[in-house]
């Protein structure tokens, strides 16, 4: 039987993530009791390039659901259409306006790589 039947594909790429982000989260002490097992010497924080690897991947999806859900709660604030109906808009332009957005999102992008680079050094 499938878990995902009934519901739509939005509920269910959330839901798969949090099950990812959950399963990630109960792995991350087994990981570590298998490094530790291994060789009893090692210490709980263990510089291990896997341990570190699986808590790179972890804070990554803790960060990117995070930054998805305030940018929905932003979305919705501002009365914003939904990105469907966005997307399909865009669809619907010329050719040479797409291009043109394409560029200006290119030099947007662009600048404010440089302003970061500016403000860094």
Known sequence: MNILTGMNTKSAGSYLLVL????????????????????????????NIWLLLLLSLISFLLI??????????????????????????????????????FWASFALLLLTVLGVFSAVI
Do not use: A, Y
């Open 64 to 101: 990117t659901g995070l930054c998805w859900w305030l940018l929905q709660r932003l979305w919705t604030s501002l009365g914003l259409p939904v990105l469907g109906n966005m997307v399909s808009q865009f669809k619907t332009l010329e050719s040479w306006q797409q291009l043109s957005f």
């Open 20 to 47: 990812l982000l959950g399963l990630l989260l109960l792995l991350w002490p087994v990981v570590q009791r298998l490094v530790i097992n291994g060789d009893p010497t090692i210490g709980v924080i263990d510089p």
